[in-house]
């Protein structure tokens, strides 16, 4: 079973709509779960963490986590074009907080 | 300012050639990482240090080196360059989490 599991996509969305992206992850004891963007031919770069079961919201982006089902969500509303770019799910290793296991990605395009 | 700066940016050299990637972050962080992301994105950790001592060493060939001067450096020296090496590395640092991750470097080896 993979550590990680991601769609890899492409999720196509219309700009001004919800996305939904989702992560599936197989270490129960893991504590701290985070989502990165990368843009193609960048680095990744954080948009969202969440550390408890529940929605996290910041902007237009909330983080969903439920660890009973090992779920962890991103939704970005009013979806932009610029947000068209790889979203990877990254889980801590149990014990090992900087150590995180990445998704493969989902790749997102927003079209206008 | 860049956090977390790598040189070079790119990296092109013949198979059984050495190269070095350096890494430098001003963030204050005391742990440092090195991941590589292969031709299919995915994204994997190669080594951690936490004030200068090796505290992950992922399944990597021991072609691979990584050494920290002090805690805002972490270099990463590859041996006798192979075909499979070609992928982009990424240093990133932490203090706890979040990783904030470098801009990468492209390693080519032809």
């Known amino acids: 079973q993979k550590e990680v599991e991601q769609n890899s996509g492409p999720l196509s969305v219309p700009e001004g709509a919800i996305a939904s992206l989702n992560c599936t992850y197989s270490?129960?004891?893991?504590?701290?779960f985070f989502w990165y963007r990368q843009y193609s031919g960048k680095s990744p770069e954080l948009i969202m963490f969440?550390?408890?079961?529940g929605d996290k919201e910041d902007g237009r982006f909330t983080a969903q986590l439920n660890k009973a089902s090992q779920y962890v969500s991103l939704l970005i509303r009013d979806s932009q074009p610029s947000d068209s770019a790889t979203y990877l799910c990254?889980?801590?290793?149990?014990?090992?907080?900087?150590?995180?296991?990445f998704g493969k990605g989902t790749k997102l395009s927003v079209k206008p | 300012d860049t956090a977390v700066s790598q040189t070079p940016k790119y990296l092109v050299t013949q198979m059984g050639n050495d190269k070095s990637i350096k890494c430098e972050q001003n963030l204050g962080h005391d742990t440092m990482y090195w991941y590589k992301q292969d031709s299919k994105k995915f994204l994997k950790i190669m080594f951690s240090y936490n004030n200068k001592e090796l505290i992950i060493n992922e399944t990597v060939p021991n072609r691979f080196s990584p050494k920290s001067p002090d805690k805002a450096h972490l270099n990463l020296h590859i041996n006798s360059l192979e075909l499979g090496d070609s992928a982009v590395y990424f240093c990133a640092s932490s203090h706890g989490s979040p990783l904030h991750f470098g801009n990468g470097t492209r390693l080519t080896v032809t």
């Open positions: 969440i550390y408890s079961n």
């Open positions: 270490d129960r004891g893991s504590q701290s």
């Open positions: 990254a889980v801590n290793r149990m014990g090992s907080q900087g150590n995180l296991i």
